[in-house]
């Protein structure tokens, strides 16, 4: 059997990527640009203007992106009245991160505070309705003192 010079992941590419609907998907590049120092690495645009693909990379994932087309069953998170899924991002100073996507229109849903898992930790919702957690690690935590912490919260 011969081998395909074609690797099956490609190069930059993780074995899960989030893939965002979003109703206005150039704005929200533009929108990661400022608040998450994202880099545009390809835009597919469609016959009318509208996204049909982008690719994104914050840090070191890549993010898709697709404008809402609800005829083809792609809803975006405003159109579905909110989103269950939360995308979380580690960087290494998560209270001037935040600064910053706020700075550019994102909104906290919960304060950044230091957590009990060793991680100082807050929410944000961006403007199209996507919710990310940011973090950054600041201590080590083991099993026994996590398992001790949730013990005292749970009763």
């Avoid at 074995?15 to 597919?44: M, Q, S, W």
């Avoid at 609800?70 to 960087?91: A, E, N, R, W």
């Avoid at 600064?99 to 944000?124: C, H, N, S």
């Amino acid at each position: 059997m011969t081998q395909s010079p074609v690797k099956p992941i490609p190069d930059g590419m993780h074995t899960v990527t989030p893939h965002l609907i979003c109703a206005g998907a150039a704005d929200a590049i533009e929108f990661y640009k400022k608040a998450f120092n994202a880099v545009e690495l390809c835009r597919l645009p469609g016959p009318q203007g509208k996204l049909l693909h982008a690719l994104i990379r914050i840090g070191n994932s890549a993010v898709m992106l697709a404008e809402e087309c609800p005829d083809g069953g792609g809803f975006g998170p405003k159109t579905l009245k909110g989103s269950p899924v939360t995308i979380h991002l580690y960087v290494e100073d998560v209270d001037a991160f935040v600064a910053q996507a706020v700075g550019a229109g994102a909104k906290v849903t919960m304060p950044i505070e230091d957590m009990f898992w060793g991680d100082r930790y807050g929410k944000l919702e961006d403007p199209f309705g996507h919710h990310w957690s940011v973090a950054t690690h600041i201590r080590e935590v083991s099993p026994d003192e996590l398992q001790q912490v949730v013990q005292k919260l749970c009763g």
